[in-house]
């Protein structure tokens, strides 16, 4: 703080000498010292520099139950779903026109093709009609790191429609109809706090299968720790060096 800082200065003064090359190193130690504070408390407890997953475990409770997606079709969800047999069919609603924007992640070491087909509900006869559906190759799947979730992933293309207001329906499904996998609707990013992100971190991370010490290899975890070690080193440097003005 500045009055540490001011009485290191003081001392120097107050001795009517020219500063000496220690007397710099332990000012410069201490100032660096309270800016890594600084940021390590900015990065904890200011929401606008951090995004957020939003991940949601989707947990039909009967073969084709819908699962509905609300809210603003444009901001980005994650849905964690785990097929088991059947396949698994989400619904969102807009009563405006809007860019429907899906695609589906899985762990890349278990190269399940999932597809995608997205239907509209008919209103006049309550049928549907297909609007738009992937069948992709896995060979044409992408490998993707996401150093925030620290995990690999295969992701397949992302469908994107201009589509009308109305009801739609997303049907997420493979061969087999097994496998564990993440599908993200829309892609408007939410910002939230330095907390709730690791929470849904370890969400997403717990659902494919890691256990709570893969939380280290989330850049969120890890930047942090670095960020402390460093910290706590030129504190005890500084502490070190700071006797003389006990």
């Known amino acids: 703080n500045a009055t540490k800082t001011t009485s290191i200065i003081n001392h120097i003064h107050a001795n009517n000498r020219v500063p000496h090359p220690c007397d710099t190193v332990v000012l410069l130690l201490y100032l660096i010292h309270m800016k890594i504070l600084s940021v390590v408390t900015t990065l904890l407890f200011l929401p606008s520099i951090l995004f957020a ?145 690791l929470a849904d971190v370890y969400k997403v991370q717990r659902h494919f299968g890691y256990t709570p010490l893969h939380l280290l290899f989330s850049n969120y975890v890890y930047y942090l720790l670095g960020i402390v070690l460093v910290s706590y080193g030129i504190y005890r440097t500084w502490q070190y060096k700071n006797k003389r003005y006990a």
């Not at 899906?102 to 006869?125: C, H, Y």
């Not at 995990?151 to 493979?174: C, H, Q």
Request: a negative charge.
């Open 53 to 197: 997953y939003n991940p949601i475990i989707a947990e039909p409770a009967e073969a084709y139950e819908i699962i509905p997606i609300e809210g603003d079709p444009y901001i980005q969800r994650e849905y964690l779903g785990n097929l088991a047999d059947f396949p698994d069919m989400y619904e969102l609603t807009s009563d405006v026109a809007f860019t429907l924007q899906v695609k589906v992640r899985q762990r890349a070491s278990e190269e399940t093709p999932f597809g995608l087909i997205v239907v509209r509900q008919n209103e006049d006869d309550g049928g549907v009609t297909e609007v738009v559906r992937q069948g992709q190759p896995l060979e044409e799947w992408t490998e993707v790191k996401d150093s925030t979730l620290g995990m690999k992933f295969l992701e397949g293309a992302t469908l994107s429609r201009e589509v009308e207001p109305g009801t739609y329906r997303i049907e997420v499904s493979s061969a087999d109809n097994k496998g564990d996998y993440m599908l993200i609707v829309g892609d408007e990013v939410v910002r939230t706090g330095f907390f709730s992100t």
